[in-house]
């Protein structure tokens, strides 16, 4: 009997370290499963003309290229926004001139242009609850000059850019050609 109780005791305390040792590793799991590290997100949409209105006025407009909802997180860098601004121009997402391919020319083959659309709601996490949160979105002071950078980066690889108004309530409106609407995320 004498024992049976000392094993329960041990059988506890065993018990009781392993829960102990392993609480913050699965506290650490349950965190990086719900928020894991971010990177920048873009939405390319291939278009035959895209604008952007605010209040009524229209603040961009473009012809044939590419709408890109652009998502910052907290853990971009200006680096991180020249590899994106990078790839885009030389993604291969326009058809072939004698229509072989879907996918053979990039934005500076065809000439095309961009809208840029800052979009925090990129990273709205619904997973929970009836109502999105944006915890892995950026702040205004941290995304605003980001997206300014991206602008600024695609324009120096020779891609005529318009852009929305940052944080301004915007009436988006597009003719997407294809369609063609990729994914893209820094690596």
Same mark, same amino acid.
């Given at each position: 009997?004498?024992s ?13 370290e @392993? ?13 990086? !499963?719900?928020? /894991?590290?971010? &990177?920048?997100?873009? *939405? ?5 003309? !895209? ?22 997180? =907290? #853990? @971009?860098?200006?680096?991180? *926004? ?12 326009? /058809?072939?001139?004698? $229509?072989?391919? =879907?996918? @053979?020319?990039?934005?500076? #083959?065809?000439? $095309?242009?961009?809208? *840029? ?9 619904? &997973?929970? $609850?009836r109502? /999105? #949160?944006?915890?892995? !979105? ?6 605003a000059?980001?997206?300014? =950078?991206?602008? @600024? ?10 852009? $929305? ?11 997407? #050609?294809?369609? *063609?609407?990729?994914?893209?995320e820094?690596?």
């Open positions: 009997m004498a049976s109780w000392w094993i329960g005791i041990w059988s506890a305390r065993a018990l009781w @392993d829960v102990a040792f392993m609480l913050p590793l699965r506290f650490y799991l349950r965190i990086g !499963a719900l928020y /894991p590290s971010a &990177r920048m997100r873009v *939405v390319l949409q291939r278009v035959k003309r !895209a604008s952007v209105t605010v209040e009524g006025r229209m603040v961009g407009a473009i012809g044939c290229g590419a709408l890109l909802l652009v998502g910052i997180t =907290h #853990d @971009d860098t200006r680096e991180a *926004v020249e590899w994106m601004a990078k790839k885009i121009v030389s993604l291969r997402v326009f /058809p072939a001139i004698e $229509g072989s391919s =879907h996918f @053979d020319r990039s934005l500076l #083959d065809v000439g $095309g242009a961009t809208l *840029v659309v800052s979009q925090f709601t990129l990273y709205g996490d619904a &997973r929970k $609850g109502r /999105p #949160d944006f915890v892995r !979105a950026a702040r205004p002071e941290l995304a000059p980001l997206i300014a =950078h991206f602008c @600024d980066a695609l324009r120096a690889q020779g891609v005529v850019v318009e852009q $929305g108004v940052f944080g301004a309530e915007m009436q988006v409106e597009l003719v997407n #050609d294809g369609p *063609v609407t990729l994914i893209l820094t690596p």
